[in-house]
Nanobody, 127 residues
Framework: QVQLVESGGGSVQAGGSLRLSCAAS????????MAWFQQAPGKEREGVAS???????NYADSMKGRFTISQDSAKNTLYLQMNSLKPEDTAMYYC?????????????????????WGQGTQVTVSS
C-alpha cells in the first residue's frame, strides 16, 4: 500500500501562485508514476500532469504552460507549482500514484490508470 497526503492548497487571488506538495509513504519503492489531478465542483476529475520515476513529465494539453510538476525522490514528495492562477483553476487537487508503468516512457494523466490516491487539497482562486 502507498499512502499519499497533499498539502499547500489555499485561497489566492487571480494571478497568484501556489505550490502543492504530496508526501508519499508506505511501499513507495514500487511506485513508478505519480500525477496530479483536479476536480472542480460538478465536474469530472481530470488530469493535470504526471511524472515518471526517471523524471519524464507529461502534461494535459490544457494545463501546459502555467503548471510545473516535479519530485524529490529522496523525500518521497511530489510537487505542483501553479503560476498565474485563474478563477477556473478553483478545484480540489489530488495526488495519485501507480506501480504498473515501469516499462513505459511516460506516465498517463488519466484518473482511471491510478490506484493510489490522496484525500485532496482545495485551491480557491478569486478574481
Amino acid at each position: 500500500q502507498v499512502q499519499l497526503v497533499e498539502s499547500g492548497g489555499g485561497s489566492v487571488q487571480a494571478g497568484g501562485s501556489l505550490r502543492l506538495s504530496c508526501a508519499a509513504s508506505g511501499y513507495t519503492y514500487f511506485v513508478n508514476c505519480m500525477a496530479w489531478f483536479q476536480q472542480a465542483p460538478g465536474k469530472e476529475r481530470e488530469g493535470v500532469a504526471s511524472i515518471h520515476e526517471d523524471g519524464t513529465t507529461n502534461y494535459a494539453d490544457s494545463m501546459k504552460g502555467r503548471f510545473t510538476i516535479s519530485q524529490d525522490s529522496a523525500k518521497n514528495t511530489l510537487y505542483l507549482q501553479m503560476n498565474s492562477l485563474k478563477p477556473e483553476d478553483t478545484a480540489m487537487y489530488y495526488c495519485a500514484a501507480e506501480s504498473r508503468f515501469g516499462g513505459m516512457r511516460s506516465c498517463p494523466v488519466t484518473p482511471d490508470e491510478y490506484n493510489y490516491w490522496g484525500q485532496g487539497t482545495q485551491v480557491t482562486v478569486s478574481s
